[in-house]
């Protein structure tokens, strides 16, 4: 079944914690550049020491060495799972995992879910690109260097699993019927994701900003088929 994770999108620590108090003990969440940065690595050690089960979503896009050492290092804080760019390379991907040793769980972005057709298009200075094409040429590099999963959207998620087999599917996006987009693109429901073989749905604002954060974490569980 797949597993929700709580990501705290908050500037500083004791908001997030104050989130905290309104969730089930030791669910897993998602700490992201914002947070990290702000709280540092002592806020992600208390989180692992509180038994949270910690994704640490830094997007390493380095070279091989460099990203071998955050995950390294990622590792001895006792963090479950990070994200690293499939767009690094082959040598980049490979470093990371031999640097994770079964320890660590690395997982390889594909597409941004905030990037549509046209932005990635011009971004990568193309006429014209399908994105489920790009995410599915990424995701394979990733495979290929023996990562453990990747993350893509929702709409991606059939032709992904094809590549990635038994491995993570790791989908942000994730919105209720009545949520706002915000700044995703590239949204779907949770039961569509569940559905559609995701194994780690990422959610966010829909749960901080909501005006009671216990009630909104029931109904994202309760949409992805987990009992009460």
Known sequence: MAELIVALDHADAPAAIALLDHLPDACPVKVGSVLLTRAGIGFVRGLV???HRVFVDAKWHDIP???AGAVD???DLGVEMVTVHASGGGDMLRSAMQAASGRIKVVA????????AATYAALTGRDRVVVADEVV???QLAIDA?????VCSAEEIARVRAVVGHGRIVVPGIRRAGDTAGDQRRIA??????AAGATHLVVGRPITDADDPGAAYREFM???GHEP
């Open 49 to 51: 020491a509180g038994g």
């Open 65 to 67: 060495n460099t990203v």
């Open 73 to 75: 290092a990622a590792a």
């Open 109 to 116: 972005v594909t597409v941004l879910t905030s990037l549509d």
């Open 137 to 139: 040429r990424l995701a």
């Open 146 to 150: 023996g990562v453990d999963g990747v």
């Open 189 to 194: 429901t949770p039961e569509a994701a569940v």
């Open 222 to 224: 309760a949409a992805m």
